[in-house]
């Protein structure tokens, strides 16, 4: 047995809110990406073929590619199959990434309390007309998903990627991708793949819609008053479902 501390490869896919029997089918098949079994680019074995050979049910499993695919392990092509993009050459066990593996839910959301209204505040103050624009048209790309949870999720990020940029501040655009980072690990994605529903996105773009006017409009106060709530409501729903 190896008794050494385990690297950001081995932790890439440990989650703090996953089942143990899902944790169980992310360790095998994770295992067998690193070591190839499944080598860059080759399809893996159908939902219902890995159910079989690994014992569990196919939502294990889909809930279990569900994160590898949040951590850019595979990619799934509707249609298609789920793809190996894993490669060992590019990871990095920089600390930043380190920090980002090892947030939980909970921490991410503190995070997110400290950094957003200041970020909101200052891309009221900072952000120009182009920015209000390119704003505008990720706006219009967030009420153009109507079930697609994933591309929901890129959408939101691109969304709030250029409120942190457009706060003309390059430290806090840092911290805030850092905070992106660890959103996008397993626990956020199997939630909201659980209760992202399609009302649920309308809800969310309805949101969205207030805070975009109130920014494009220069309400400071609209628009920080706004987040400081919307964070409430993401609060409630994490520790509804933790």
Same mark, same amino acid.
């Given at each position: ?7 950001i ?5 440990? %989650? ?5 029997? &899902?944790?169980?089918? =992310? ?8 070591n ?10 159908s ?6 050979e690994?014992? &569990? ?6 809930e279990?590619?569900? @994160? ?10 509707p249609g %298609?199959?789920?793809? @190996? ?8 066990? %920089?600390?930043?990434?380190a ?22 505040? =200052? ?12 704003? !505008?048209?990720?706006?219009? !790309? ?11 999720? #890129?959408?939101?990020?691109?969304f709030?990627? #250029? ?7 390059? =430290? ?10 660890s959103?996008?690990? %397993?626990?956020r994605?199997?939630?909201?793949r ?15 819609n @207030? ?12 628009? @920080? ?9 993401e609060?409630?729903?994490?520790l509804?479902?933790?």
């Amino acid at each position: 047995m190896n008794d050494n501390p385990p690297t950001i490869t081995s932790q890439i896919i440990a %989650s703090h809110s996953v089942g143990a029997t &899902v944790q169980v089918v =992310l360790d095998r098949l994770f295992a067998q990406i690193k070591n190839e079994e499944y080598p860059l680019g080759t399809r893996l074995p159908s939902e219902r073929a890995l159910a079989a050979e690994l014992g &569990v049910a196919r939502n294990t499993v889909r809930e279990a590619l569900d @994160v590898l695919e949040a951590r850019d392990v595979i990619n799934r092509r509707p249609g %298609s199959g789920s793809f @190996v993009t894993y490669q060992s050459e590019a990871e990095t066990e %920089s600390p930043e990434i380190a920090v980002a593996f090892e947030t939980s839910p909970l921490d991410h959301l503190v995070v997110r309390g400290i950094l957003e209204p200041e970020m909101v505040r =200052l891309a009221v103050i900072n952000m120009t007309p182009r920015d209000i624009s390119d704003l !505008e048209r990720l706006m219009s !790309e967030i009420e153009g998903v109507r079930t697609d949870v994933l591309e929901f999720i #890129k959408c939101e990020e691109n969304f709030y990627r #250029k409120i942190a940029t457009g706060t003309r501040n390059p =430290l806090l655009a840092s911290c805030y991708n850092l905070a992106i980072e660890s959103c996008r690990t %397993s626990f956020r994605t199997t939630l909201l793949r659980r209760h992202l529903t399609p009302k649920r996105i309308l809800d969310y773009q309805q949101r969205y819609n @207030v805070l975009f006017n109130a920014i494009a409009s220069r309400d400071v106060e609209r628009a @920080v008053e706004f987040i400081k709530l919307h964070l409430i409501e993401e609060q409630k729903l994490l520790l509804q479902n933790l």
